[in-house]
């Protein structure tokens, strides 16, 4: 199977390097992506929005011959479930890191623009939860890769005209909830529920991790990647 890997918010394409070698090995051909305008300067990004991540990935979907499989972790959720909407007949399946399928308008988030751009704040800016498996070394050596983001792209709306989208089958690979207490908590998230109510074939799997899988447990996302893309 053809996987794309997209990181979320700060990272590059070597953030899936803990994750790649074994995809590969076990018959996967992988495309790890950078964004456009991640780690470069405001003065060279300040038009890049959401919607040039989305034509990224897209663009990425039309040179491969066959079917994909889409991962997104984190903020890159949003990018990948939007490309899915633009691609839908490509895309086998859709998988979200710790994250899910975002409805129409939806943002990543609101952080401080520093020079046009949004700096990665640190780990201890995140909730203790999304951190707390993250040791001082992996801290220490994943802060000196993180890379600072245009600005416009965290709270710009998120487009999704159509429903092709909702036919893509999905894993949700989710850090702290099994299935059943997934569904029960997307309830209360308003459009998000109807969202996710709206897609026809849906798994929730428990990693049992904080935020950021690729780093602390890289085997344990792996194993479950390798189990969701069939």
Do not use: C
Not at 1 to 11: E, S, T
Not at 76 to 97: D, L, P, T, Y
Not at 171 to 197: H, K
């Amino acid at each position: 199977m053809n996987v794309i890997l997209v990181p979320g918010l700060w990272l590059d394409a070597s953030s899936w390097d803990d994750i790649i070698p074994a995809l590969r090995a076990a018959g996967h051909t992988t495309r790890a992506l950078t964004l456009p305008g991640v780690g470069a300067p405001g003065s060279d990004s300040a038009q890049i929005g959401i919607a040039d991540w989305v034509d990224a990935v897209v663009s990425e979907i039309d040179k491969i011959d066959g079917p994909v499989v889409l991962v997104g972790h984190s903020g890159g959720g949003n990018v990948v479930w939007a490309a899915a909407e633009a691609r839908a007949q490509r895309v086998a399946r859709v998988i979200f890191v710790d994250t899910v399928p975002p409805p129409d308008g939806a943002q990543i988030s609101e952080f401080e623009v520093v020079d046009g751009v949004v700096p990665f704040p640190g780990w201890d800016f995140f909730d203790d939860d999304d951190v707390a498996d993250l040791d001082a070394e992996t801290r220490a050596r994943t802060t000196t890769t993180a890379r600072s983001v245009p600005g416009r792209v965290p709270t710009d709306p998120l487009s999704l005209a159509g429903t092709d989208r909702y036919g893509v089958p999905v894993t949700v690979l989710s850090g702290g909830m099994d299935d059943a207490t997934f569904r029960e908590v997307i309830t209360q998230w308003g459009p998000y529920a109807e969202e996710f109510a709206a897609i026809a074939d849906t798994e929730v799997v428990r990693l049992g991790t904080g935020h950021w899988p690729q780093f602390s447990k890289p085997a344990e996302l792996t194993e479950a990647l390798l189990n969701a893309i069939r």
